[in-house]
């Protein structure tokens, strides 16, 4: 059963406008929280991440928020570019080792 | 800075053979992951290694062995492909075995198995 999920598999936003990314997690234990970006024919290159100590983190025109209670996390791009056109992938990670993946949502973003 | 290195970067085989797929950092990292992708299933991991000395299985190890050969080293052996094992695999590796901490990806190694 997947605990990490992308509901939305893909996403079109006008460059300049805002694109946000949803992801839900159902593990409680889960407590660190990443974002990745995949180019095709790439490996993935990691983005931004939050520690569950926090609800907000950013990193010029990322930001990360975290929703603890809903087990809930979004990705905020402002402003967004057309090199922002990537599979976006949220991903979190507990007293585990691995990294629990999402399906990743497709993002593009047009002139 | 190489980061993780992957080969090879494309395989074609035939059902029935096998094949390992090589990884190495050069980070110092602890960590090192197997994963694949494939479409509209995201990244799902298939073994992994929290330390050197240590191997365990991820969602979907069946039709997979690895060797943690070395701190640098971790590889991923099919020792009969099927085409179900057609996808994309990620090798990753992360500096701690746990808690926080981004992992570090290669560029992917393309199978096909026919």
């Known amino acids: 059963d997947q605990q990490v999920k992308q509901n939305s598999p893909s996403l079109s936003v006008q460059e300049g406008r805002i694109s946000i990314l949803n992801c839900d997690y159902t593990?409680?234990?889960?407590?660190?929280f990443l974002w990745y970006k995949k180019y095709p024919a790439e490996g993935p290159t990691f983005l931004i991440s939050?520690?569950?100590?926090?609800d907000k983190n950013e990193d010029g025109r990322f930001t990360v928020f975290l929703n603890k209670s809903a087990k809930h996390l979004s990705l905020h791009i402002v402003p967004s570019q057309p090199g922002d056109s990537a599979v976006y992938f949220c991903?979190?990670?507990?007293?585990?080792?691995?990294?629990?993946f999402g399906k990743g949502t497709s993002l593009l973003v047009t002139p | 800075n190489a980061g993780v290195t992957q080969t090879p970067k494309f395989q074609v085989l035939k059902t029935g053979q096998s094949m390992t797929l090589q990884c190495a950092q050069d980070m110092n990292h602890n960590s090192m992951y197997w994963y694949r992708q494939d479409p509209g299933m995201g990244l799902r991991l298939i073994y992994y290694?929290?330390?050197?000395?240590?191997?365990d299985k991820g969602e979907v190890p069946n039709g997979y062995n690895v060797s943690r050969l070395n701190k640098r080293e971790f590889s991923l052996r099919l020792e009969s492909a099927a085409p179900s094992q057609t996808s994309v695999y990620f090798c990753?590796?992360?500096?701690?075995?746990?808690?926080?901490?981004?992992?570090?990806f290669g560029e992917g190694s393309r199978l096909t198995v026919l």
């Open positions: 593990n409680s234990m889960f407590d660190y």
């Open positions: 939050i520690s569950s100590i926090k």
């Open positions: 991903a979190a990670s507990g007293s585990g080792y691995a990294l629990n």
């Open positions: 990753a590796s992360r500096l701690t075995g746990g808690g926080t901490g981004e992992l570090f």
């Open positions: 290694s929290a330390s050197e000395g240590t191997t």
